[in-house]
T-cell receptor, first 111, second 115 residues
């Protein structure tokens, strides 16, 4: 079993819909959680960073962390075609621990 | 966040040759890393580039194949040696934001195709 599980998709939704992207993990020591967006043939871009449990909102993006369930989510409201990309979750225990990445979910927003 | 520049952005390489990728950061950073992302796969950490000393390699990666230099706190190079088609990948330089729990930022990547 992988430490971080992420549905690879692909996921296609119509423009304007709410998108929900999720990751589950097995390591209870993880306490730092990130979401990256990666456009085709580009480097990953940090979207959201969350420490421990709770919600964090930034514009159309909301990140949720439920440590009791070992489950994190990224919600995109009013989705736009420009949101079409691969979304990777990443997490770490902090200190000198390296980041562990999910495999990424490929998202397409249909105009 | 730091601005990370990588060169080349892409290249087509002949089997058996070597290529050096350069990474320049616009500010001094303590931690620099090199990742590989093979087609359709997630990110795999190759090594941590240590300033003034040998890089720290992850399991499955060796110095002879992926020599790394880091002469100062703003620059690093990764060489992919004796390339084979299996080395076709995006190679990503990244730096850590020490104030945000191991959050790392990536360069644009270097897309290598080995023929």
């Amino acid at each position: 079993q992988k430490e971080v599980e992420q549905d690879p998709g692909p996921l296609s939704v119509p423009e304007g819909a709410i998108v929900s992207l999720n990751c589950t993990y097995s390591n209870s020591a993880f306490q730092y959680f990130m979401w990256y967006r990666q456009y085709s043939r580009k480097g990953p871009e940090l979207l959201m960073y969350t420490y421990s449990s709770g919600n964090k909102e930034d514009g159309r993006f909301t990140a949720q962390v439920d440590k009791s369930s070992k489950y994190i989510s990224l919600f995109i409201r009013d989705s736009q075609p420009s949101d079409s990309a691969t979304y990777l979750c990443a997490m770490s225990a902090g200190g000198n621990e390296k980041l562990t990445f999910g495999t990424g979910t490929r998202l397409t927003i249909i105009p | 966040s730091a601005v990370i520049s990588q060169k080349p952005s892409r290249d087509i390489c002949q089997r058996g040759t070597s290529l050096t990728i350069q990474c320049q950061v616009d500010s001094q950073v303590t931690m620099m890393f090199w990742y590989r992302q093979q087609p359709g796969q997630s990110l795999t950490l190759i090594a941590t580039a240590n300033q003034g000393s040998e890089a720290t390699y992850e399991s499955g990666f060796v110095i002879d194949k992926f020599p790394i230099s880091r002469p100062n706190l703003t620059f690093s190079t990764l060489t992919v040696s004796n390339m084979s088609p299996e080395d076709s990948s995006i190679y990503l330089c990244s730096v850590e934001d020490g104030l945000a729990g191991n959050t790392i930022y990536f360069g644009e990547g270097s897309w290598l195709t080995v023929v």
